[in-house]
């Protein structure tokens, strides 16, 4: 049985840090991509970021510079490490592993505000 689980969301203060994890389990990770999307409320769930097996990464526009994406394959864990982050980077944040099929974690809630 395949499982995704994200953790490591939170509050955060503007311009504050978060590091989000996902831990997979059931699936040979190191062949599949994973993503991190995110969905803020009333809005369409949008790709932030994607980083193959050996690990070459993609990113939205909107998080270029600030976030990083990663990957510990023996660990059969990802990471998105998310700084300087702004008010509306407030959202729900979902890792996924894509390879003949995706699979997706249950999300884990971000909230940035003062």
């Known amino acids: 049985q395949v499982q995704l689980v994200e953790s490591g969301g939170g509050l955060v203060q503007p311009g504050g840090s978060l590091r989000l994890s996902c831990a997979a389990s059931?699936?040979?990770?190191?062949?599949?991509?994973m993503e991190w999307h995110r969905q803020a409320p009333g809005k369409q769930r949008e790709l932030v970021a994607g980083?193959?097996?050996?690990?070459?990464?993609n990113y939205a526009d909107s998080v270029k510079g600030r976030f990083t994406i990663s990957r510990d394959n023996a660990k059969n864990t990802g990471y998105l490490q998310m700084d300087s982050l702004k008010p509306e980077d407030t959202a729900v944040y979902y890792c996924?592993?894509?390879?003949?099929?995706?699979?997706w974690g249950q999300g884990t809630q971000v909230t940035v505000s003062s």
């Open positions: 996924n592993a894509k390879f003949a099929l995706t699979y």
């Open positions: 059931g699936l040979r990770f190191s062949v599949y991509l």
């Open positions: 980083i193959t097996g050996d690990s070459i990464t």
